[in-house]
């Protein structure tokens, strides 16, 4: 059984910076994808950026120069650093692992931007 723990979320001032963190504990395959999306009030569940085991990374658009991600693969977390947020970026934000054929997703947590 996998659980992903996500911690950082928070409420936050246009403009300023987060650090969201997420930790997977299990049965976790070495070779992995580990992410972040996010969710705002009526609207679907949008990728923001994804990390490889290998180091690889993907953004959304909208998130790119401003959010970086990485991970640290000894304690199987991803972190997910936020500057210049802005009220567009208001959402729960959930962590996401894809292994061996398995998709994990966290719990969750709310990043509200004020503008």
């Known amino acids: 059984q996998v659980q992903l723990v996500e911690s950082g979320g928070g409420l936050v001032q246009a403009g300023g910076s987060l650090r969201l963190s997420c930790a997977a504990s299990?049965?976790?395959?070495?070779?992995?994808?580990m992410g972040w999306y996010r969710q705002a009030p009526g609207k679907q569940r949008e990728l923001v950026a994804v990390?490889?085991?290998?180091?690889?990374?993907n953004y959304a658009d909208s998130v790119k120069g401003r959010f970086t991600i990485s991970r640290d693969n000894a304690k199987n977390t991803v972190y997910l650093q936020m500057n210049s947020l802005k009220p567009e970026d208001t959402a729960v934000y959930y962590c996401?692992?894809?292994?061996?054929?398995?998709?994990?997703w966290g719990q969750g947590t709310q990043v509200t931007v004020s503008s």
């Open positions: 299990g049965s976790i395959f070495k070779i992995n994808i």
């Open positions: 996401n692992l894809l292994h061996v054929g398995s998709v994990e």
């Open positions: 990390i490889t085991s290998g180091g690889d990374t």
